[in-house]
C-alpha cells in the first residue's frame, strides 16, 4: 500500500483536504482484516494516525508478553475488538524456581477488564500466569462464547476449575493444558463436558495426574468430530488408547498414555489397525514407558510424521533407531539422553530434513554420560537443516561446537547447557569462548542463544560483535568482570529478552544497557554483583521502566541478589508483594 | 564449673563428670599454649572439630569441655569473642527447634525447592521434589530443566501436588508447636524453618561465587564434599573417599562462614543443626588469610582465661 495514497503527502504539500483522494475507511478495513501477523499491524499502525485508527479498531488478536509491560485498561482502551489474548507473565527463570510463590502475574485483574470490554472474548492462552480456580470459573461464566483456553506453565488452579470450564463453556473447541503447577484433585473433570458439546478440537490434558473416566472421554472423542488434537494422561492404557483412535481417526497430533502393558496380541494387531487408519497423523508424544515390546504399534504412522516427542520416554538407542528408521520426513525430534550419542549418530543418519532437535537430561545429577560433543557433531552432519537445537550434556569441546557451527550454518536457535557450571573444554581443558565465538560468527541468522561452561569474557566479546541478530540471551555462571556484559548490552542491536544468573557482573554493566532496555522486553539478574544503588541509579535514568528487586530473606540489604527489569507504560506495579521492591 | 555443667541438659554430666574436667583442661592447655602459632591454631582447632565423632555421647562431652569457657554449648570453636552463658541456653533452644523442623525441611511444595531431584530433574515445586541429588550438586534451579521435562517415571505415580497443600499445613502447625516452647528463639525458629536454605559460597580467588544448599546437606563432611566438587572439582572417586581436606585442615584453603553477627568462623566447630541457624555465608579462605581469624582467638583466649580463673 502506498502511503502517499492514503493522504499523507497531500497534508505535506498543504492542498486543501477536501480535494485529499484518500482510501475510504472501509477498503483499510478490508485490507486490514486479512493481516493478521503482530508485527505487521503494529508496522501499519505507525503509519499515521488514520491508519492507526483503523488498525487498532479491527485488531482481533493482542499478544502481551509481559502482563506487566501494560495494563489491562489501557489494551481494552487502545483495542476495543479483541476476540483472542495471549497473556504471559512471570520471568522464565520462574521455571527454575528463582522466583519466589506469590510474585504476581494473577490473571483474575485482566479477566475482570475483559468481562466488560471484551464480553466477546474467545480465545485465551496463557503462559507463566497465576491461575486460580475461582479466575476459571469467572472466566466461564462470563464470556459466552469462549471457546479456546490454552495454559502453559501456569499455576495455582486445580482440577476443579476444570470442571468449571467443562460444565459452562457451550462452544469449547480447545482445552490445552500443559506443564502447569496443577492440584490434580481428581474427581471427573472430564465428565462435565455436557452430552450436546461436540465442538471440541483440541484436547490436552497429558499433565494431569489422576485418572479420568475413560468413559466420559470414549464419549467425548466419540461425538466431537472435529477433534484434531487429543494428548491424553499417564492413566490411558494402550488398550485404551486403541478405542479412542478408532472413533478418531482424523486425528493430526496425538499424544499416547503409557505403553505399560501385557497386551494380548489380538490387541496389538487391533493397535496397529487403528493407528494405520490415523493418515493424518503428524505428530506424535508422550509415549511413557515404552519399549520396543509395544513400540511397533506406532510404526504405521511413522512415515508421515514431522514432530516425534519422546521426551517422556526413557528408551535406549536401539528402540530410537526403530522409530527414526521409518520416520524419513521427520522434522522435529525431541528425546531424552538415554538415547545416547548412539541415539543421535541415528538422527544423523534417518533424518535429513530434521531442523529442530532437543536433547533433555534423564537424570541432570547422575554423573553419567548421557550425550557428550560427539552425538551433537553425528546429528550435524546427518541435518544440515538443523536451525534449533536445545542440548543438555555433560561434557563439551571447542572442536566439536566449531565442526557444528559449519555443518549447520542457519542456527537460529542455539542452547547448549553443560551441565556442570564453569565446565571448561574437556579435552584441554581451555573456556568454551571459541565454541560460541564460532557458532555466532557463523550463525548469522541467530536470534535466540543460551551458554554454558567455563567462559571468559572473551566469549561476550564474540557475542557483542558477531550476533547482530540476537533477540533472546541467557547466561549462567560465565564471564570474568562487567565487561562481558558491556560487550553484550553495547553490541547486540535487536536483544529484547537477557536473563543472567551468577555472573560477576554489577552495576557498571547493569547501566550499561541503558541505551537497550527502550527496546527490550527486559532484563532479569540473579546472584550477580549487582548492588541496590546501581538500580536506583538505573531507576532515576529511565523513568519508563520497572526496575524490581526482589529481596532475598536475610541478605545483604546493599546488594541486589534478583533484578528484574522491564519496560512498561503501566507504571509501577501496584500488586507487587512484600519481597518485590520496584525502584 | 558446676553450674555451667548443669546448664546442660544433653549431656550425661553425672556419668561423665569425672572425665570431663581432664577433658576440660587439655582442650584449654591446648588453647593457651598455641596461641602465638596460627598455623597450629589451624590445626588445633581442627583436631578439636575432628576429635568428636558425631555421636551424641561425645557431642555431650566436647560441649561440657567448651561450655566451661564459653558458656554456649560448643560454641564457636573458640573463634567467637563472644561471652554467651545466656545465649547458651537459647542455643540449645535452637538445637530443639531445628531438629523438630527437621523432617518437613522439603516436604512443602511452596518452597522454591532448590533441591535438585536426581529422580525428576526438574525444580518446580512438587510433592516429588524431596530426594537430594546423589552427588551432592545442589545450586538453586540448575541445570535449567523446566517441570514438563523431569522423569515422569519417578514423578507423581499417584501422588498428587495436593501434597503440597498438607504440608504446608504441618508446616504451620509445628511452627506453632515451637513458638509455644520457645518464644525467644522465634526468629531462629523460622529461618531454621526454611524450606530450602541456600547460602553463598565464595571462594579466595575465584571471581564466580556459587549457591549452596545447605538442607540437602546432613553433615559437614557432606557440605564439604559438595564444596570441593564445586570448586576443586575433584571427581575421582578415590579422592571422594578420603575425608574432606577442607575440613581437617590439610588443604591450603579454610572453609569458613560468617555468622548472624557478622562474625567469620571456622567450619565445623558446632553441632551441625546449630551451624545451620546461624550461618549466613560461607567463605572458603585461603590458609595464609586465616590470620585474620587469629586475634579474635587470642581476645577469647584471654576472656577464657579470665572465666576460669
Same mark, same amino acid.
Request: charge should be negative.
Given at each position: 500500500?502506498?502511503?502517499?495514497?492514503?493522504?499523507?503527502?497531500?497534508?505535506?504539500?498543504?492542498?486543501?483536504?477536501?480535494?485529499?483522494?484518500?482510501?475510504?475507511?472501509?477498503?483499510?478495513?478490508?485490507?486490514?482484516?486479512?493481516?493478521?501477523?503482530?508485527?505487521?499491524?503494529?508496522?501499519?499502525?505507525?503509519?499515521?494516525?488514520?491508519?492507526?485508527?483503523?488498525?487498532?479498531?479491527?485488531?482481533?488478536?493482542?499478544?502481551?508478553?509481559?502482563?506487566?509491560?501494560?495494563?489491562?485498561?489501557?489494551?481494552?482502551?487502545?483495542?476495543?475488538?479483541?476476540?483472542?489474548?495471549?497473556?504471559?507473565?512471570?520471568?522464565?527463570?520462574?521455571?527454575?524456581?528463582?522466583?519466589?510463590?506469590?510474585?504476581?502475574?494473577?490473571?483474575?485483574?485482566?479477566?475482570?477488564?475483559?468481562?466488560?470490554?471484551?464480553?466477546?472474548?474467545?480465545?485465551?492462552?496463557?503462559?507463566?500466569?497465576?491461575?486460580?480456580?475461582?479466575?476459571?470459573?469467572?472466566?466461564?461464566?462470563?464470556?459466552?462464547?469462549?471457546?479456546?483456553?490454552?495454559?502453559?506453565?501456569?499455576?495455582?488452579?486445580?482440577?476443579?476449575?476444570?470442571?468449571?470450564?467443562?460444565?459452562?463453556?457451550?462452544?469449547?473447541?480447545?482445552?490445552?493444558?500443559?506443564?502447569?503447577?496443577?492440584?490434580?484433585?481428581?474427581?471427573?473433570?472430564?465428565?462435565?463436558?455436557?452430552?450436546?458439546?461436540?465442538?471440541?478440537?483440541?484436547?490436552?490434558?497429558?499433565?494431569?495426574?489422576?485418572?479420568?473416566?475413560?468413559?466420559?472421554?470414549?464419549?467425548?472423542?466419540?461425538?466431537?468430530?472435529?477433534?484434531?488434537?487429543?494428548?491424553?494422561?499417564?492413566?490411558?492404557?494402550?488398550?485404551?488408547?486403541?478405542?479412542?483412535?478408532?472413533?478418531?481417526?482424523?486425528?493430526?497430533?496425538?499424544?499416547?498414555?503409557?505403553?505399560?502393558?501385557?497386551?494380548?496380541?489380538?490387541?496389538?494387531?487391533?493397535?496397529?489397525?487403528?493407528?494405520?487408519?490415523?493418515?493424518?497423523?503428524?505428530?506424535?508424544?508422550?509415549?511413557?514407558?515404552?519399549?520396543?515390546?509395544?513400540?511397533?504399534?506406532?510404526?504405521?504412522?511413522?512415515?508421515?510424521?514431522?514432530?516425534?516427542?519422546?521426551?517422556?520416554?526413557?528408551?535406549?538407542?536401539?528402540?530410537?533407531?526403530?522409530?527414526?528408521?521409518?520416520?524419513?520426513?521427520?522434522?522435529?525430534?525431541?528425546?531424552?539422553?538415554?538415547?545416547?550419542?548412539?541415539?543421535?549418530?541415528?538422527?544423523?543418519?534417518?533424518?535429513?530434513?530434521?531442523?529442530?532437535l532437543r536433547v533433555f537430561p534423564v537424570d541432570p545429577f547422575d554423573q553419567q554420560l548421557g550425550v557428550t560433543d560427539s552425538g551433537l557433531v553425528a546429528v550435524s552432519k546427518g541435518c544440515p537443516k538443523l536451525h534449533y537445537i536445545l542440548y543438555f550434556c555433560q561434557r563439551m569441546t571447542n572442536a566439536a561446537v566449531i565442526t557444528v557451527a559449519q555443518n549447520c550454518p542457519n542456527f537460529t536457535h542455539f542452547r547448549l547447557c553443560i551441565m556442570n557450571p564453569s565446565e571448561p573444554d574437556y579435552l584441554t581443558n581451555e573456556p568454551m569462548d571459541e565454541a560460541f565465538g564460532a557458532i555466532v560468527k557463523t550463525c548469522t541468522k541467530l536470534q535466540r542463544l543460551s551458554v554454558s561452561g567455563l567462559l571468559t569474557d572473551l566469549a561476550f566479546e564474540y557475542i557483542g560483535r558477531y550476533a547482530k541478530n540476537l533477540e533472546t540471551l541467557s547466561v549462567a555462571f560465565a564471564g570474568d568482570s562487567d565487561l562481558g556484559m558491556e560487550?553484550?548490552?553495547?553490541?547486540?542491536?535487536?536483544?529484547?529478552?537477557?536473563?543472567?544468573?551468577?555472573?560477576?557482573?554489577?552495576?557498571?554493566?547493569?547501566?550499561?544497557?541503558?541505551?537497550?532496555?527502550?527496546?527490550?522486553?527486559?532484563?532479569?539478574?540473579?546472584?550477580?554483583?549487582?548492588?541496590?544503588?546501581?538500580?536506583?541509579?538505573?531507576?532515576?535514568?529511565?523513568?519508563?521502566?520497572?526496575?524490581?528487586?526482589?529481596?532475598?530473606?536475610?541478605?545483604?540489604?546493599?546488594?541486589?541478589?534478583?533484578?528484574?527489569?522491564?519496560?512498561?507504560?503501566?507504571?509501577?506495579?501496584?500488586?507487587?508483594?512484600?519481597?518485590?521492591?520496584?525502584? | 564449673? !558446676?553450674?555451667? +555443667? #548443669?546448664? =546442660?541438659?544433653?549431656?550425661?554430666?553425672?556419668?561423665? /563428670? @569425672? $572425665?570431663?574436667?581432664? &577433658?576440660?583442661?587439655?582442650?584449654?592447655?591446648?588453647?593457651?599454649?598455641?596461641?602465638?602459632?596460627?598455623?597450629?591454631?589451624?590445626?588445633?582447632?581442627?583436631?578439636?572439630?575432628?576429635?568428636?565423632?558425631?555421636? !551424641?555421647?561425645? +557431642? #555431650?562431652? =566436647?560441649?561440657?569441655?567448651?561450655?566451661?569457657?564459653? /558458656? @554456649? $554449648?560448643?560454641?564457636? &570453636?573458640?573463634?567467637?569473642?563472644?561471652?554467651?552463658?545466656?545465649?547458651?541456653?537459647?542455643?540449645?533452644?535452637?538445637?530443639?527447634?531445628?531438629?523438630?523442623?527437621?523432617?518437613?525441611?522439603?516436604?512443602?511444595?511452596?518452597?522454591?525447592?532448590?533441591?535438585?531431584?536426581?529422580?525428576?530433574?526438574?525444580?518446580?515445586?512438587?510433592?516429588?521434589?524431596?530426594?537430594?541429588?546423589?552427588?551432592?550438586?545442589?545450586?538453586?534451579?540448575?541445570?535449567?530443566?523446566?517441570?514438563?521435562?523431569?522423569?515422569?517415571?519417578?514423578?507423581?505415580?499417584?501422588?498428587?501436588?495436593?501434597?503440597?497443600?498438607?504440608?504446608?499445613?504441618?508446616?504451620?502447625?509445628?511452627?506453632?508447636?515451637?513458638?509455644?516452647?520457645?518464644?525467644?528463639?522465634?526468629?531462629?525458629?523460622?529461618?531454621?524453618?526454611?524450606?530450602?536454605?541456600?547460602?553463598?559460597?565464595?571462594?579466595?580467588?575465584?571471581?564466580?561465587?556459587?549457591?549452596?544448599?545447605?538442607?540437602?546437606?546432613?553433615?559437614?563432611?557432606?557440605?564439604?564434599?559438595?564444596?570441593?566438587?564445586?570448586?576443586?572439582?575433584?571427581?575421582?572417586?578415590?579422592?571422594?573417599?578420603?575425608?574432606?581436606?577442607?575440613?581437617?585442615?590439610?588443604?591450603?584453603?579454610?572453609?569458613?562462614?560468617?555468622?548472624?553477627?557478622?562474625?567469620?568462623?571456622?567450619?565445623?566447630?558446632?553441632?551441625?543443626?546449630?551451624?545451620?541457624?546461624?550461618?549466613?555465608?560461607?567463605?572458603?579462605?585461603?590458609?595464609?588469610?586465616?590470620?585474620?581469624?587469629?586475634?579474635?582467638?587470642?581476645?577469647?583466649?584471654?576472656?577464657?582465661?579470665?572465666?576460669?580463673?
Amino acid at each position: 500500500m502506498d502511503p502517499a495514497a492514503t493522504g499523507v503527502t497531500v497534508a505535506g504539500t498543504g492542498a486543501d483536504p477536501a480535494k485529499t483522494t484518500m482510501f475510504p475507511e472501509e477498503f483499510l478495513k478490508r485490507t486490514f482484516s486479512l493481516i493478521n501477523s503482530d508485527k505487521d499491524r503494529n508496522s501499519v499502525s505507525l503509519v499515521c494516525k488514520d491508519w492507526y485508527n483503523v488498525e487498532r479498531m479491527s485488531r482481533r488478536h493482542v499478544s502481551i508478553r509481559n502482563c506487566y509491560s501494560v495494563s489491562p485498561e489501557i489494551v481494552t482502551a487502545r483495542f476495543p475488538a479483541i476476540r483472542s489474548v495471549t497473556l504471559k507473565g512471570k520471568p522464565r527463570f520462574s521455571d527454575f524456581n528463582l522466583v519466589p510463590d506469590d510474585w504476581g502475574a494473577d490473571v483474575q485483574p485482566w479477566l475482570n477488564v475483559f468481562a466488560t470490554a471484551y464480553p466477546f472474548l474467545e480465545e485465551l492462552r496463557l503462559k507463566r500466569m497465576a491461575v486460580s480456580d475461582e479466575s476459571l470459573e469467572f472466566l466461564a461464566l462470563n464470556f459466552d462464547d469462549f471457546k479456546a483456553l490454552s495454559m502453559l506453565s501456569c499455576e495455582g488452579f486445580s482440577t476443579l476449575g476444570l470442571e468449571a470450564i467443562a460444565t459452562h463453556c457451550k462452544n469449547l473447541t480447545e482445552l490445552d493444558i500443559q506443564e502447569n503447577g496443577i492440584d490434580d484433585l481428581g474427581g471427573d473433570w472430564l465428565s462435565y463436558f455436557p452430552e450436546n458439546l461436540t465442538s471440541l478440537e483440541v484436547l490436552n490434558f497429558s499433565t494431569l495426574t489422576s485418572e479420568v473416566s475413560f468413559d466420559a472421554l470414549e464419549s467425548l472423542v466419540s461425538r466431537c468430530k472435529s477433534l484434531r488434537v487429543l494428548k491424553v494422561n499417564r492413566k490411558i492404557n494402550l488398550e485404551q488408547l486403541g478405542k479412542l483412535l478408532v472413533l478418531a481417526p482424523q486425528l493430526i497430533e496425538l499424544g499416547t498414555g503409557t505403553f505399560l502393558e501385557e497386551l494380548v496380541s489380538g490387541s496389538v494387531n487391533g493397535l496397529e489397525n487403528a493407528f494405520s487408519k490415523c493418515g493424518n497423523l503428524v505428530t506424535l508424544s508422550s509415549f511413557w514407558d515404552a519399549t520396543l515390546l509395544h513400540l511397533p504399534v506406532v510404526y504405521p504412522v511413522c512415515g508421515n510424521l514431522t514432530f516425534l516427542n519422546l521426551s517422556y520416554a526413557n528408551i535406549g538407542p536401539d528402540e530410537l533407531e526403530q522409530i527414526l528408521s521409518r520416520s524419513k520426513r521427520l522434522v522435529r525430534l525431541w528425546v531424552v539422553d538415554t538415547v545416547g550419542d548412539k541415539g543421535l549418530e541415528a538422527v544423523g543418519s534417518h533424518c535429513p530434513l530434521l531442523e529442530e532437535l532437543r536433547v533433555f537430561p534423564v537424570d541432570p545429577f547422575d554423573q553419567q554420560l548421557g550425550v557428550t560433543d560427539s552425538g551433537l557433531v553425528a546429528v550435524s552432519k546427518g541435518c544440515p537443516k538443523l536451525h534449533y537445537i536445545l542440548y543438555f550434556c555433560q561434557r563439551m569441546t571447542n572442536a566439536a561446537v566449531i565442526t557444528v557451527a559449519q555443518n549447520c550454518p542457519n542456527f537460529t536457535h542455539f542452547r547448549l547447557c553443560i551441565m556442570n557450571p564453569s565446565e571448561p573444554d574437556y579435552l584441554t581443558n581451555e573456556p568454551m569462548d571459541e565454541a560460541f565465538g564460532a557458532i555466532v560468527k557463523t550463525c548469522t541468522k541467530l536470534q535466540r542463544l543460551s551458554v554454558s561452561g567455563l567462559l571468559t569474557d572473551l566469549a561476550f566479546e564474540y557475542i557483542g560483535r558477531y550476533a547482530k541478530n540476537l533477540e533472546t540471551l541467557s547466561v549462567a555462571f560465565a564471564g570474568d568482570s562487567d565487561l562481558g556484559m558491556e560487550y553484550v548490552m553495547r553490541g547486540c542491536p535487536k536483544l529484547k529478552r537477557v536473563e543472567i544468573r551468577d555472573c560477576p557482573f554489577g552495576d557498571s554493566a547493569l547501566l550499561s544497557g541503558l541505551t537497550q532496555y527502550e527496546s527490550m522486553r527486559s532484563l532479569w539478574m540473579s546472584d550477580c554483583n549487582v548492588t541496590m544503588d546501581g538500580c536506583k541509579k538505573l531507576a532515576e535514568e529511565m523513568s519508563w521502566l520497572n526496575v524490581e528487586v526482589i529481596k532475598d530473606e536475610g541478605g545483604d540489604d546493599r546488594l541486589a541478589n534478583k533484578v528484574y527489569v522491564y519496560r512498561t507504560v503501566a507504571g509501577p506495579r501496584k500488586d507487587a508483594p512484600p519481597f518485590v521492591v520496584t525502584l | 564449673m !558446676d553450674v555451667t +555443667l #548443669g546448664l =546442660l541438659p544433653d549431656s550425661p554430666a553425672g556419668d561423665d /563428670g @569425672g $572425665g570431663v574436667p581432664s &577433658g576440660v583442661s587439655t582442650t584449654v592447655k591446648s588453647i593457651l599454649t598455641k596461641e602465638d602459632n596460627n598455623k597450629n591454631n589451624m590445626v588445633m582447632c581442627s583436631e578439636v572439630s575432628s576429635s568428636y565423632p558425631v555421636g !551424641d555421647q561425645h +557431642l #555431650g562431652d =566436647l560441649e561440657l569441655g567448651l561450655g566451661l569457657s564459653i /558458656g @554456649g $554449648g560448643g560454641g564457636g &570453636g573458640g573463634l567467637k569473642g563472644k561471652v554467651v552463658a545466656g545465649g547458651g541456653w537459647s542455643q540449645y533452644a535452637r538445637i530443639l527447634t531445628a531438629k523438630d523442623f527437621k523432617q518437613n525441611s522439603c516436604s512443602s511444595s511452596s518452597c522454591s525447592v532448590s533441591i535438585p531431584n536426581s529422580a525428576t530433574s526438574g525444580f518446580k515445586r512438587s510433592a516429588t521434589d524431596s530426594v537430594s541429588p546423589t552427588n551432592g550438586n545442589s545450586v538453586v534451579g540448575w541445570p535449567p530443566v523446566s517441570k514438563a521435562h523431569r522423569m515422569p517415571s519417578l514423578a507423581n505415580e499417584n501422588k498428587s501436588p495436593t501434597g503440597n497443600r498438607i504440608s504446608v499445613t504441618e508446616q504451620n502447625k509445628s511452627k506453632n508447636r515451637t513458638a509455644v516452647i520457645n518464644d525467644y528463639s522465634n526468629e531462629k525458629a523460622r529461618i531454621s524453618d526454611k524450606k530450602y536454605h541456600s547460602v553463598k559460597v565464595n571462594m579466595d580467588g575465584s571471581l564466580i561465587g556459587r549457591k549452596v544448599d545447605l538442607n540437602a546437606h546432613t553433615s559437614y563432611e557432606m557440605l564439604a564434599q559438595t564444596l570441593e566438587e564445586m570448586f576443586f572439582r575433584r571427581r575421582s572417586s578415590t579422592e571422594a573417599a578420603k575425608s574432606s581436606r577442607l575440613l581437617d585442615g590439610t588443604s591450603e584453603f579454610v572453609l569458613t562462614y560468617e555468622d548472624k553477627d557478622g562474625d567469620c568462623m571456622l567450619v565445623g566447630d558446632v553441632p551441625w543443626q546449630m551451624f545451620l541457624s546461624s550461618v549466613k555465608r560461607l567463605r572458603i579462605m585461603k590458609n595464609s588469610e586465616s590470620n585474620e581469624l587469629a586475634p579474635r582467638f587470642q581476645e577469647n583466649n584471654e576472656r577464657r582465661r579470665t572465666d576460669v580463673v
